[in-house]
């Protein structure tokens, strides 16, 4: 807890205790946006452009089997609570937002993930990497500024 508020920012998995419990969901929530701001303000200040997006983890997508790694935390599917939180807050706050979940499901059978420990693997990357730049085109974001 390098923010010394006690509480790690969010319990993604819908089965952990701490998911039901709505203290620690406000809170944790609280942080995460004031976390979030903070990044922005900063990022703004320095004369860029504040883009989020969310890459979605294994146990989002519909497989019939998840790595080993995730299993060993997480019972079922996650859901996209959270995914929806991050989409409200940047309307809220102005921030662009791109959410990888569709993309990821569309490639789900290329091994987008490393089964022992469920970070990005090289096909992983390449579809975060073709999201983005997509996105980026798209928005003809290279050539704006702030």
């Not at 701001?37 to 004369?47: H, S, T």
């Not at 569709?102 to 990357?125: Q, V, W």
Request: glycine letters at 8%; hydrophobic letters at 35%; a negative charge.
């Amino acid at each position: 807890d390098q923010y010394g508020t006690g509480f790690q920012f969010f319990i993604l998995d819908p089965s952990h205790v701490l998911s039901k419990n709505e203290d620690f969901r406000r809170k944790a929530w609280g942080y995460t946006q004031k976390c979030l701001l903070a990044l922005k303000e900063e990022v703004e200040n320095q004369g860029s452009q504040f883009l989020m997006f969310y890459m979605p983890m294994e146990v989002q997508l519909k497989l019939d089997q998840y790595g080993t790694h995730v299993s060993l935390y997480i019972q079922k599917t996650m859901g996209t609570t959270f995914n929806e939180m991050l989409n409200d807050f940047s309307i809220k706050n102005g921030v662009r937002f791109l959410d990888l979940l569709d993309d990821f499901e569309n490639n789900k059978g290329k091994g987008l993930y490393f089964s022992r420990d469920g970070h990005l693997t090289e096909a992983g990357h390449k579809v975060a990497a073709g999201s983005l730049f997509r996105y980026i085109i798209e928005n003809n974001l290279l050539n704006q500024r702030q």
